[in-house]
């Protein structure tokens, strides 16, 4: 299988080039040249893989071959016998045909541990085969840190370079963050916002002449293609417990870079029966104006108690961008490199399309804390900010309640507490593994938003 830019700028890639490079060279994203078709029957007769053996069937048809069947079933396995819960992503029923799918059983407690802990493992594969070095570096508002350098500590081949928003996220984030051992691991907190730091690192890659010989960068941020396919599994695997008595399945899905729910709209393109899949965003709304009201244009960035969701331009957006377009490089490009402060519009086709795809709301801070509060006493379940986001957004979109509607749980409530805390609720504590987080040591560098002290700063450390 090649992949594809949404700017049509450069030749189809493999996937083990998809892999190592992240971003396309023309600075689009990578995309599958075809989307891989599948049976109902088909996707019945997974019913009872076990998680990780579902991983292995849905994962090969992407990998179609770059690497072995028996080493990418291994990697699948290691990768998924990391988390703590056997069942890899549980289920939880809160109200009547109202689940909550728990993807934060990682060594880091979100799902980005799903995508990042095998990333880690394709990297490394590539590279040794190769006998390759590369930089990773990426920007988090948080969660993707952390994963990406658990994911990537033991890598012999990699340097990895985080960049995440000085002061802007959690303790705990920043903690699981600054206290990964190992020295090819760099943490950069950044005077500025996540927007800044994303710029920062798509700069660095559109001019990689700093590095020194035989060196590149690599990306692990959400618009890595690896990313997005490993997080297709758990739309399938959650689908399945209900796909014999029910037709479809509804999800919503609390939403920053668009990563996430984009996976989703893959399994569904792949033939999943999906009936809503709803955007739920905090009060960086871009999607959802986009989505309720054709309106695609940046507002200031605003700091949320959901703070892996704050963030101005949705990056994975641009991949749908590409199918609402049906295909037209060009118009993508011109579209997603216009964006400003002005309205920007789509035809009324496009636009029926993306309402056709996506239901969408947008939730604020108090809004967040009084789901919080309400699952907590209805229920006695704790939700963090974002995955109550997805709650309140499923209740308000949901068309039909004989669909089972699932939110996704994208990270364990411990990682959030300040909102926990406004809700009134104790905060939950740190799962065994983590009890000591708080008191090890950290390591980090604070750098102002400037690409040429970052520049400088990763060749010191290489
Ligand atoms: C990253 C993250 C999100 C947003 O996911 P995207 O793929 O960027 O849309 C939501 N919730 C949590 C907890 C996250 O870490």
């Known amino acids: ?45 997974w019913k009872n893989l076990s998680y990780a053996d579902l991983a292995y069937e849905i994962i090969r048809l992407y990998v179609d071959g770059a690497v072995e069947d028996d080493v990418l079933k291994q990697m699948v396995t290691d990768t998924y016998a990391e988390f703590s819960h056997p069942e890899v992503a549980p289920l939880h029923e809160l109200g009547d045909n109202e689940w909550v799918l728990e993807l934060f059983h990682g060594p880091t407690l979100a799902f980005k541990d799903f995508a990042l802990q095998l990333l880690g493992r394709l990297l490394d594969y590539f590279l040794e085969k190769r006998q390759q070095h590369v930089a990773i570096l990426g920007a988090t508002s948080g969660d993707t840190g952390s994963a990406a350098l658990e994911g990537c500590k033991h890598s012999k081949f990699v340097d990895i370079f985080i960049l995440h928003p000085h002061n802007l996220v959690s303790e705990v984030q920043r903690k699981q963050m600054t206290t990964v051992a190992g020295n090819n691991v760099h943490n950069i907190a950044i ?42 599994v ?18 919503s899905v609390p939403t920053g870079n668009f990563g996430d729910i984009y996976a989703g709209y893959l399994a569904k393109k792949m033939g999943l029966p999906i009936d809503q899949l709803i955007i739920a965003t905090n009060k960086n709304d ?24 704050d963030i101005m331009v949705s990056s994975n957006f641009e991949r749908f961008i590409f199918d609402m377009f049906k295909g037209d490089a060009d118009k993508v490009t011109a579209f997603v490199t216009g964006l400003s402060k002005e309205l920007n519009q789509v035809s009324e086709d496009e636009w029926a399309f993306a309402k056709a795809n996506f239901d969408s709301a947008s939730i604020n801070d108090e809004e967040t804390c009084a789901v919080i509060k309400e699952v907590s006493d209805k229920y006695g379940y704790l939700l963090d900010p974002h995955t109550a986001i997805g709650v309140r957004a499923a209740q308000l979109c949901k068309r039909n309640s004989d669909i089972p509607m699932i ?39 604070v750098l102002p938003q400037d690409l040429t002290d970052v520049k400088s700063y990763i060749v010191k450390s290489l």
Request: with cysteine; aromatic share 10%; proline share 5%.
């Open 1 to 45: 299988m090649k992949y594809i830019s949404t700017r049509g700028q450069c030749e189809p890639h493999s996937f083990e080039e998809v892999v190592l490079t992240g971003l396309a060279p023309d600075g689009g994203l990578f995309i599958p040249e075809t989307v891989p078709q599948l049976s109902g029957e088909q996707i019945l007769s």
């Open 191 to 232: 005077s500025g916002n996540f927007d800044d730091c994303q710029q920062l690192v798509k700069q660095a890659f559109s001019d990689q002449s700093f590095l020194p010989d035989g060196y590149q960068l690599a990306a692990v941020n959400s618009i890595n293609w690896a990313r997005i396919m490993a997080q297709i």
């Open 234 to 251: 758990y739309y399938f695997y959650a689908a399945l417990k209900f796909l014999d008595k029910n037709e479809a399945v509804s999800f």
């Open 286 to 309: 871009i999607l959802h104006r986009f989505v309720s009201q054709n309106q695609y244009n940046l507002r200031g960035l605003e700091a949320s108690l959901s703070p892996s969701m």
């Open 407 to 445: 939110s996704l749980a994208t990270a364990h409530p411990v990682k959030f507490t300040e909102a926990i805390e406004r809700a009134g609720l104790e905060a939950p504590a740190l799962p065994d593994h983590l009890a000591d987080l708080l008191e090890r040591d950290e390591s980090y560098v």
